[in-house]
């Protein structure tokens, strides 16, 4: 038996390939392949644009994919949501859709948009932002360069950015959030009430969820005199519950926890000086909680 996945094509996908890499799958890619090499013979991926990856889950055409919660929403379709996974192009936090105009626009509010023209690819999802603030406007279809359309194209942009610096780059003005999106894994409902494919789909979850939870974190060992143990784990963050076990040298200890990179290198130096001895700190693919 084989699980169907899509796998989203475009912005997401060094990303999404590097991230099933660290989750611990062989996987590569030929040159204008749409079919992943994988070395798991129960997963058949298939490279496919996000923004149609609902609809083919919900078919049933895919048993699962990846895509954002923007096309979920956008897409309208039923859908078993089965984990989220906050990772984008550029890094490792949500991606937001935004209403902007540009500079030098009167407008400062949605209210200022009655009667005016918006141009997005997140059509759906505009239409229902502009309906709950009660706004008449008109809503096209963008085929792509939104941020070039106003102001003799559009009045207007709803458009996907992660640090707004595109947006800033064509002289426009954010003037609201009109989503907030992170990846998600999705089931089809059908797949998702078979025994075989919903444990197998948990598993890919639980795995690319300890990649993501793995990055920008190090391992941390040493060994530890006895007497100095209290005096370490004042040093270690409070949040963490280090393994302590007992070295065959009478007297030593030997500690390990996993922290942030970014606390490691300024923890170390304090470690070493609290009387740790063999400090190691060792990269990690995966952390499952």
């Not at 470690?271 to 995966?286: H, M, T, V, W």
Request: with cysteine.
């Amino acid at each position: 038996m084989k699980l169907k996945i899509g796998l989203p094509k475009g912005s997401l996908q060094e990303t999404t390939l590097d991230m099933f890499r660290r989750a611990g799958f062989n996987v590569s890619l030929g040159d204008k392949s749409y079919f992943p090499d994988i070395d798991d013979e129960e997963l058949e991926p298939m490279l496919i644009r996000a923004q149609e990856i609902p609809g083919y889950v919900s078919a049933g055409v895919l048993d699962a994919g990846l895509t954002g919660r923007d096309w979920i929403e956008e897409s309208g379709v039923s859908v078993q949501e089965v984990c989220e996974l906050v990772y984008a192009k550029k890094g490792f936090t949500p991606v937001k859709w935004v209403l902007a105009v540009p500079d030098s626009s009167r407008i400062r509010t949605v209210a200022g948009l009655k009667g005016k023209r918006i141009a997005t690819e997140l059509v759906n999802v505009t239409k229902k932002y502009l309906r709950k603030g009660k706004v008449k406007a008109d809503v096209e279809f963008s085929w792509g360069a939104t941020e070039v359309k106003p102001p003799e194209l559009a009045d207007a942009i709803v458009e996907l950015t992660e640090t707004g610096g595109s947006l800033r780059a064509h002289n426009l003005r954010v003037i609201d959030t009109v989503l907030v999106s992170t990846t998600r894994l999705i089931a089809n409902r059908d797949s998702w009430e078979s025994r075989w494919k919903r444990e197998k789909i948990e598993n890919v979850g639980m795995l690319l969820r300890g990649a993501l939870f793995a990055e920008g974190k190090v391992g941390l060992k040493m060994n530890v005199p006895e007497g100095e143990l209290k005096k370490i784990l004042s040093v270690l963050p409070a949040m963490k519950t280090p393994t302590v076990s007992r070295l065959s040298g009478e007297g030593w200890l030997a500690v390990e926890t996993i922290v942030d990179e970014c606390t490691a290198r300024n923890i170390i130096p304090k470690l070493k000086r609290a009387g740790a001895q063999g400090i190691i700190g060792y990269p990690l693919n995966k952390v499952i909680d």
